[in-house]
């Protein structure tokens, strides 16, 4: 079965730091990129990381230089340290599986197709 | 960045009911589209991909369609388990941006 399990939530008081584990399973983790989006309440889905086959990794302004995504396929794992903390933090983090399909000489899209349960991380004092 | 608005951002419908989503990119993002239903405390399931194509095991009362910086998402008969959140994401550019999504309400 392909799944994604989270895990490493909780928490943080802010200015702090945490880290997020991703676990996949069911197919050849290395030959996917990687990402992680997170729900604060109330709110929508907004995009944190992403992490390519290569290790080329890329952040919005609001996480750059305070996060960083990182995968060890040899584990099957994928990372994300979180650190100087904010309020605004607060959220529900998912990690998912992105898809890409070569047709015709031409890259598609094939979305975010797998995703974990999520895991909850609280910036609080 | 790349700006995604979704129009628009509530809507009340009964059971039958054919809907249209819309959500437009601040600049071209091709087909690199996807729309993705979310229910609470559940993970996200993306429905369409490459702006037009059913995921696989996605009910075909489900559609989409456009290219460039205008795309829609249809529902032909809305069934109970379609109340959600829907929201679409591009992926011409980094940074991925989604829009702010679309809650479909029963009526």
């Known amino acids: 079965e392909v799944q994604l399990v989270e895990s490493g939530g909780g928490l943080v008081q802010p200015g702090g730091s945490l880290r997020l584990s991703c676990a996949a399973s069911g197919f050849t983790f290395s030959s996917y990129d990687m990402h992680w989006v997170r729900q604060a309440a109330g709110k929508g889905l907004e995009w944190v990381a992403a992490i390519a086959t290569a290790g080329d990794s890329y952040y919005p302004g609001s996480v750059k230089g305070r996060f960083t995504i990182s995968r060890e396929n040899a584990k099957n794992s994928l990372y994300l340290q979180m650190n100087s903390l904010r309020a605004g933090d607060t959220a529900v983090y998912y990690c998912?599986?992105?898809?890409?399909?070569?047709?015709?000489?031409?890259?598609?899209?094939?979305?975010?197709?797998?995703w974990g349960q999520g895991t909850t991380v609280t910036v609080s004092s | 960045d790349i700006q995604m608005t979704q129009s628009p951002s509530s809507v009340s419908a009964s059971v039958g009911d054919r809907v249209t989503f819309t959500c437009r990119a601040s600049q071209s993002v091709s087909t690199s589209l996807a729309w993705y239903q979310h229910k609470p405390g559940k993970a996200p399931k993306v429905l369409i991909y490459?702006?037009?194509n059913l995921q696989s095991g996605v009910p075909p009362r489900f559609s989409g369609s456009g290219s460039g910086t205008d795309f829609t998402l249809t529902i032909s008969s809305l069934q109970p388990e379609d109340f959600a959140t829907y929201y679409c994401q591009q992926a011409d550019s980094f940074p991925y941006t989604f829009g702010q999504g679309t809650k479909l309400e029963i009526k």
């Open positions: 490459a702006a037009s």
């Open positions: 998912a599986r992105a898809r890409w399909e070569l047709l015709h000489r031409t890259y598609y899209y094939y979305g975010m197709d797998v």
